[in-house]
């Protein structure tokens, strides 16, 4: 199983990334998809979580109305729109993903997933 995030990059702060999760070796309809972040010096956190049917999300509160989770299933493929990106975003971001407990609408994004990419560094400068 592997997890594969791109996207990250340096931005001005009020700018947008677009970060990608690539899946392999899973099929990715069976799993909740997570994104997380580890600033410097911070424990990391969850940053918002997507359930296989596309149905249910959530979302931290430091990032609700500016990221948006998305999935292709087909594509194997999640997705964090990050849009008005503040300097407190800076932090390595980690894709997640862990099977479903219950049907397509499962959702949980805790610190315990199944499985986990290497990151994608996002700096956002102020």
């Known amino acids: 199983v592997q997890l594969v995030e791109s996207g990250g990059g340096l931005v001005q702060a009020g700018g947008s990334l677009r970060l990608s999760c690539a899946a392999s070796?899973?099929?990715?309809?069976?799993?909740?998809i997570g994104w997380f972040r580890q600033a410097p010096g911070k424990q990391r956190e969850a940053v918002s979580c997507i359930s296989s049917s596309d149905d249910f999300t959530y979302y931290a509160d430091s990032v609700k109305g500016r990221f948006t989770i998305s999935r292709d299933n087909t594509k194997r493929t999640g997705y964090l729109q990050m849009n008005s990106l503040k300097a407190e975003d800076t932090a390595v971001y980690y894709c997640?993903?862990?099977?479903?407990?219950?049907?397509?609408?499962?959702?949980?994004?805790?610190?315990?997933?199944?499985?986990w990419g290497k990151g994608t560094l996002v700096t956002v400068s102020s």
């Open positions: 997640a993903a862990d099977p479903l407990r219950g049907g397509p609408g499962w959702l949980t994004c805790h610190h315990d997933m199944r499985h």
């Open positions: 070796g899973i099929n990715l309809d069976a799993y909740v």
